[in-house]
């Protein structure tokens, strides 16, 4: 396990991140330039060498109800890959991390196209709107009742 010192030392490595001093000799390390509400990467790093890392965005990491992993064993490696995947996952926009563009037919061999864009999915004509969506369910099963097929 890594000492507190060596866990800061590691994480002082990252200049995105602003180091924010708390109670009880525990620290924080922000990411000021989110594009979501969550800012905290590092949360409550403490002298004891317990602290967590913001993995809510990350698929394969088990996370607690706040999204964040126990960071206490991490060697040095673990823990860099961990908050680089942090940060990044912090950087990009949904449409960014898991992109969508398909085309999907009818039988008169008309087009439309679905697009992942912000938070929402949308159906174009060229460059006509034909529909926004939630999901990507509410988005294919629109296509599929108006007579649409995924190539």
Not at 20 to 48: A, M, T, W
């Amino acid at each position: 396990m890594l000492s507190f010192e060596e866990k800061l030392a590691v994480i002082e490595e990252f200049e995105e991140l602003e180091r924010k001093d708390i109670s009880l000799g525990r620290v924080n390390f922000h990411f000021e330039d989110s594009l979501y509400d969550k800012q905290i990467v590092v949360y409550r790093l403490h002298p004891n060498g317990n602290g967590f890392v913001f993995a809510g965005e990350i698929e394969d990491y088990p996370t607690d109800d706040k999204g964040m992993v126990n960071i206490r064993d991490y060697n040095a490696d673990e823990l860099r890959e961990i908050i680089r995947e942090s940060i990044d996952s912090l950087a990009l926009s949904p449409a960014e991390k898991d992109p969508v563009m398909e085309e999907w037919l009818n039988s008169n061999d008309q087009a439309l196209v679905l697009m992942r864009e912000d938070d929402g999915y949308f159906v174009y004509a060229d460059e006509q709107l034909e529909g926004s969506f939630n999901s990507y369910e509410e988005a294919a099963e629109f296509l599929t009742q108006e007579g649409f097929k995924r190539l």
